[in-house]
């Protein structure tokens, strides 16, 4: 029986992932993996797992209100927009 390791190098890890280093690379300065555990070149299967769970839209994380995140998605509004408008409401502007 082969204990795999929970830590991994980058190759191994897109090796898991199933994808080039190189699109490992670009995934993880895109957030779309975790990035290696702080003070090594290691990655978490377990945290490389969540985010591919997440991407593929296997886990709910409902923290929205349901109303809030349909308005967010329809209401055309820009990424500055909804800066300004959250930057707004901390300060209690309207």
Do not use: H
Request: net charge positive; hydrophobic share 30%; charged share 35%.
């Amino acid at each position: 029986m082969t204990i795999e390791p929970r830590l991994m190098g980058r190759k191994e890890a897109a090796e898991y992932c199933g994808i080039a280093e190189s699109t490992f690379s670009l995934w993880v300065a895109t957030y779309k993996m975790p990035p290696a555990i702080p003070g090594t070149r290691k990655w978490d299967r377990r945290a490389i797992d969540a985010k591919l769970d997440e991407i593929s839209g296997l886990t709910v994380t409902q923290t929205e209100d349901t109303y809030a995140k349909w308005m967010r998605e329809n209401s055309g509004e820009t990424d500055l927009q909804k800066w300004r408008r959250e930057r707004d409401a901390k300060r209690g502007k309207k």
